[in-house]
C-alpha cells in the first residue's frame, strides 16, 4: 500500500506544520478535505523524512500505544504496538514488519513544511 492509497492523502503543497515544532520526530493528522491523514515528521542528518503513520505488520500507529517512538540512539523509529522498527532516513523495516514505512516526499518553504509534489 502506498501512501498515495490512502483516501485521506494531501495534495502536493498541503501545510503540515512548522519546522519549529519538528523536534527529532513529529507525530501529526493531516488536515485535508477527505479526513485527516497520520504523517510522521523526522529530522534527519539527511534532512527532513516524512512517512504514513501506519506500521506494516498491522497497520497501527507507531505511537498507538505512546509517543517514544524514537530509539535511544535516535536511528529508528519503533512502533510501540509490537517493537516493528525502521531506519529513520530511510523507512526501511529493521525488525518486525514485512515492509518499509511508506515515505512522504515533504519540503520545508519559509520554515513550513508542506506536502512536495511526488
Ligand atoms: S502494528 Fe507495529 S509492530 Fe505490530
Redesign the pocket.
Known sequence: MSWTDYASAPAPGTPICPESEVGTVHSVQVATPRGSFPLLIARTDAGLRAYANA?P????P?DSRGPQILSADGARLM?T????SFDIATGAALA??PCGLDAVPVESVAGMIRIAAG
Do not use: E, P
Open positions: 506500521c505488520h498491522q497497520y497501527l507507531l512502533c504496538a509490537h517493537g516493528a518486525g514488519a
